[in-house]
């Protein structure tokens, strides 16, 4: 069989592991590949940020995607060039060193030297210029800093990937320093090849080679094409790098759990105008209660409130002419549970699972209190979280009232943040080693979420990319 390309190197996947690595191999001189199921919206008319219509165009099944389980947890996958971080806000954390600590303790990892973590985390943090808003927080932001001071309760303000620049008027401008604008853009220059609308539906050994089978979409039609490379790094995300091992029979019976940060939100209504078209990303986060849940902003459109209000017809009302303005949507976030990743033998899709026995769920509850107590103490007229049939709260009495757990086929769950199912380790449960290589398996290597040992509590995309970059650095003998 004749490929349809050949390489030295192939990454599945565009997403912060994949760009990374893609651009440090390009760097070598090395030919280098990167095969995308989603499109180049860089060549095509982009759809406006956070809107419906970039959900339905740069998402995984236009965004409707599920783990099943009581509750049920809807998640979200970018897939274009880019991956998520040409939809997500750009909130960069490094990885707690504490928790790296217990890592490397419990799952055996090889050590990696201090001051290269600091090396290759500012690093990139300088290539994505990361940074917190020149003109401070926007309104709905204030609002969760003013509740969790006046609570007593600790907060941040979370640096983004973003370049900051004046316009004429010298109103401040924001450019998200995505992958497709970074890393990716490095790769192209080092003569890296970009071939989107291409998902990968099988891998296999062929003598020294890797065989990729993939559908290649060009608008209603659908070619099977064959790539071949000496190195395959997979860098298709949580779900879809341990499907794709399953559906290739490299995994059956050897995939870590999945894990996700659970998140619950909840509405409030303020007195005054916090919201508009020119508030931005909410970046503050209270980690008060941390590492068992924390809060932060969620992107407020009208769009999104009236989403997220489907079940509370008299708060949506209130949203009616200008009222949207004075609405932001919060969320507070756990890292409880566990949930599979399952080649379900029918269609191209993995099933996802994913359960929360009853001391998660006790906390996903307390967690929704404290923040629906936090916002009322910012001065909220009313709060309202996202459970069918939960009663609008404009009180503390009203609060306390509340039955003590809300049932959970009511809650309305969801996540961006999912990792861990193929891990790194050198403990016998591991998928891969400490630097990403699939065990039993040569030349193949896992360069994205699925890495992770387990929920960071935060959000996961610096330590996605300070990890695969120390496991190229090592790949390349430059460790």
């Given amino acids: ?32 590949a990167v095969l995308e199921a989603g499109l180049d919206w860089a060549k095509l008319p982009p759809p406006v940020p956070f809107s419906f219509d970039e959900i339905q ?19 979200a996958e970018g897939c274009c060039l880019g991956g998520g971080s040409e939809v997500n806000s750009g909130l960069f954390h490094r990885c707690p060193e504490a928790l790296f600590a217990e890592w490397h303790k419990r799952y055996q990892l090889k050590p990696t030297p201090e001051d290269i973590w600091e090396h290759i985390y500012a690093g990139i943090e300088k290539e994505l210029s990361v940074q917190c808003h020149p003109d401070g927080l926007p309104g709905a932001a204030r609002m969760l800093r003013d509740g969790a001071e006046s609570l007593g309760w600790q907060g941040l303000e979370v640096p983004r990937w973003v370049r900051y620049s004046s316009d004429a008027s010298g109103a401040t401008v924001e450019v998200r320093q995505t992958m497709s604008k970074t890393f990716l853009r490095q790769a192209a220059e080092a003569g890296c090849q970009f071939v989107t609308g291409t998902s990968v539906r099988r891998i296999e050994r062929a003598g020294s080679h890797w065989l990729l089978h993939c559908h290649q979409r060009d608008g209603s039609f659908c070619r099977e094409k064959v790539y071949r490379t000496e190195n395959l790094f997979l860098a298709c995300g949580a779900t879809q790098t341990p499907f794709l091992l399953r559906r290739s029979g490299l995994a059956l019976g050897k995939l870590s759990p999945l894990h996700l940060h659970p998140t619950i939100k909840v509405i409030a209504k303020f007195p005054g105008e916090i919201n508009g078209p020119e508030m931005g990303v909410p970046s503050y986060q209270v980690k008060e209660h941390a590492p068992d849940y924390s809060f932060g902003c969620s992107i407020s459109t009208p769009q999104h409130l009236a989403l997220n209000l489907l079940d509370h017809p008299e708060a949506l009302r ?8 004075r609405h932001a ?26 359960a929360l026995d009853h001391p998660e769920l006790a906390l996903m509850n307390r967690a929704a209190r404290d923040l629906m107590r936090l916002l009322l103490a910012a001065g909220a007229e009313y709060v309202v979280p996202t459970v069918r049939g939960a009663p609008i709260v404009r009180t503390e009495e009203e609060l306390a009232a ?11 769950l969801m996540t961006i943040h999912l990792f861990s199912s193929a891990r790194m380790g050198e403990d ?40 695969v970059k120390r496991n190229l650095l090592h790949h390349l003998g430059q460790l």
């Fill in 57 to 75: 165009k740069k998402y995984r099944q236009r965004g409707m995607t599920v783990a099943l389980g009581t509750p049920k947890v809807a998640y």
């Fill in 428 to 467: 016998s449960a591991a998928v891969t080693d400490t630097y990403g290589q699939l065990r039993g398996q040569e030349n193949l290597w896992v360069a994205d979420a699925s890495l992770l040992c387990g929920p960071p509590s935060v959000n996961p995309q610096g330590s996605i990319m300070a990890i």
């Fill in 402 to 412: 509340l039955p003590e757990a809300f049932p959970a086929a009511d809650m309305n």
């Fill in 1 to 32: 069989m004749k490929p349809d390309g050949e390489f030295q190197n192939i990454i599945a996947g565009s997403g912060p592991g994949g760009a990374v690595a893609a651009s440090m191999l390009a760097a070598q001189g090395q030919s280098t």
């Fill in 329 to 354: 949507i919060y969320y507070a976030m756990t890292t409880g549970g566990k949930g599979r990743v399952l080649d379900p033998r029918l269609g191209d899709k993995p099933l996802v699972t994913y």
């Fill in 318 to 325: 209130s949203m009616e002419g200008d009222g949207w303005r």
